[in-house]
Structure formats: C-alpha cells, structure tokens
C-alpha cells in the first residue's frame, strides 16, 4: 500500500509498503471475462439450448398436433365414378375449417380412409399439398384401389342403409410453420359431408309410372315406367345397370331394370323395364287384392358395370328394402285390357 514521506530537506516522496490494492468487482469481473470468455460463451449457449430446444422441438410439435387435431374436413361434393370389381374414380372436394391463428404449410400424404371405430382402411388416397387457414379448398381426383374389400362393403352399406355416418382420414405428414423447422403431424380427422351424410335407405323411393306393353319387345320386358330416388347427399354415385327384385307378400311378381344408373344429389328420375308374371299379378287382384292396388317390395339384386358385377354395391342393394303401391287395375285400363278381364272400375294411383 503506498503512503506519503516526509524528508529532512522538507521535501516529500511516495512509498510503496508492499501491500497489493484490491481490485474492484468491476475489475474482477473484466479480468474473469478476459481470461475465460470461451467458458463463459459454452455456459451461454448451453442455457439458451437447454431453454430452446425443448420449444423447438417439444413444444412445437405438440402445439402443431394440437391445432391439426382442431381441425374439421368438410366435404362438399364427392363423386364415386367408372366402378370396377376392385376400383373406382373419386372425386372430391372439401373445405377445411378451423378456428387456429397459425396457418403452416401441410405437406402431400398418403391417407386412409376408415369408418368409425373400424382399424383396416377400405381405401388410400393421395392428399395434395395445402396451406392451413380457414376455408381453404382442397380437390382430390384420382383412380383408388380398394384396399379391403369386407371394409369397403360395409362402406357402401353404411351409406346406402343409414341416416348419418362418419369416416375418418388417417396418415402421417409433414407440417412448416415460416421459418421453424419441419416437424411430422398424425392425421386421424372426422370427415363430415356437407348436409345429409347418407342415403338414407332411399326413403322417397317411387314408382311415378307404370305401364303394360302389349307388344313383344326385344329384351322381354312387358312393363316400362320411371322411379324416383332422391338423394339428400353431396354424394354422387355411379352404379351401372341395376336389376331390382319385386314380391307381395313375399310371392315374385317380376324384376325391374334401370341402365345406367348415375345417382346425383336432388332429385333423380330413372326410365325402368320390368319382366313381370302377369298370370300371378292377375290371380292377386282377384283374390287378396280385389281394390287392384298392391304393395310392392323391392330388393336390389345385380348392379354390373361394363359387363363386371358389382359385389360391393349388389350386397348393399341386397340389404335394403324398399316399397311402393302399384295400382294394376289402372295400368290395366291404359293398356286397354281392362274389359277383357272384365274389370269395369278401378282406382288410379300409378
């Protein structure tokens, strides 16, 4: 420590006792960061690390799940088209629907489609490209392989005989954010058509015309007429020429035929031809059903497209029942066969 000293000849000089002067902290703490720097930037590097790592790739991605997982499908129109034995065309369109301020880039997968609570996939389509924000539209058109048959039946089934149904698209794929990196997101989404899911077992089925041809005709049909079927549906299906199964009572009465059958969403009027056994569907207007009006059932049996049947459409025509009255007596009247069978009145539904 220096200290001042006084000398005989009045003059004064500085002495220094040897004692070091202690550094301050600011002094310290210069000479720590001088000489170790490169611990004290690893030590840096590590905290920030170890706090931003996790965000990165923990939080991130379970953030990105979370959102997609918010995220309805809603499909507003689809088209099943040129069905073979184990193949069709899809068409589709949908609108995604979510309520997320994030808005990443969802890159092209492979996805299943699955009805609910069911494992296999009864088909795999290739989902293209989209950005993540609310109201985007997304157009699928492509062949699909139908992956399982038992599964896809049942698909068919479900749409056909019930009131409303759910599929759920399944995959795995890519997710960016800006400028984070690339994480992977799993899909498992409820798919939801636009209005009425299915068909609803064809409930508004009719016959709005009827009649009996007098004249031999090349295909054998001696009745012709037009059937209404509505469709609630976004759906529109292609099922190629479909013959129909009709009884009273559970007695044959004849098979009906519509070519070409295309059902589109609305309203649909189909031109039919008929075989039926007319000596039974006289017999009945004379004993059990003497009003001349008789309550048909009819049960798909053959849908062929391209000259290939159509099990999977055939088993869910097979399963569903449908019925409409028949007023013989008036289809009788029109085709001038009345008076010979000495049937002087009747009532006319058909």
């Not at 309520?99 to 293209?128: M, R, V, W």
């Not at 009996?212 to 079927?229: C, R």
């Not at 976004?234 to 199964?245: A, C, I, K, P, Y």
């Not at 055939?314 to 289809?331: C, P, T, Y």
């Amino acid at each position: 420590m220096a200290k001042e000293v006084v000398k005989q000849d009045g003059t004064t000089h500085v002495e220094n006792d040897g004692t070091p002067k202690k550094a301050s902290l600011g002094q310290k703490v210069k000479r720590h960061c001088a000489r170790f720097w490169w611990l004290d930037l690893l030590i840096f590097i590590a905290v920030v690390l170890v706090i931003v790592l996790p965000i990165v790739y923990v939080g991130y991605p379970n953030l990105a799940q979370k959102e997609v997982n918010k995220g309805v499908l809603n499909i507003t129109s689809m088209s099943l088209s040129d069905p073979a034995p184990d193949s069709f065309t899809l068409e589709l369109d949908s609108v995604l629907s979510t309520t997320s301020k994030y808005h990443p880039e969802l890159a092209a997968f492979n996805g299943s489609l699955h009805l609910k609570d069911s494992d296999p996939a009864f088909a795999y389509l290739d989902i293209p490209k989209v950005k993540a924000e609310n109201g985007t539209v997304s157009h699928v058109d492509q062949r699909v392989q139908i992956a399982d048959m038992t599964e896809y039946t049942k698909y068919t089934m479900t749409v056909l005989g019930t009131e409303e149904y759910s599929i759920y698209l399944k995959g795995r794929g890519g997710l960016q954010q800006g400028g984070l990196p690339k994480t992977n997101v799993n899909y498992n989404q409820k798919i939801t058509l636009k209005g009425k899911s299915s068909l609803n077992s064809l409930k508004g089925f009719n016959l709005t015309s009827f009649n009996i041809l007098t004249s031999e005709q090349e295909d054998g049909a001696n009745a012709n007429g037009t059937i209404t079927i509505p469709n609630p549906t976004v759906l529109s299906v292609e099922m190629g020429t479909v013959t129909l199964d009709m009884s009273v009572a559970g007695t044959p009465v004849g098979v009906a035929t519509i070519e070409d059958l295309v059902l589109k969403p609305g309203d649909n009027s189909f031109d039919m031809r008929a075989v039926t056994n007319q000596t039974t569907v006289v017999t009945m207007i004379f004993t059990d059903y003497k009003s001349g009006i008789l309550p048909i059932d009819v049960v798909g049996k053959t849908a062929v497209f391209n000259n290939q049947s159509l099990g999977y459409y055939e088993k869910a025509l097979q399963s569903n029942k449908l019925s409409f009255e028949l007023d013989v007596i008036a289809a009788l009247r029109r085709a001038g066969l009345a008076d010979a069978l000495g049937i002087s009145n009747s009532t006319s539904k058909a």
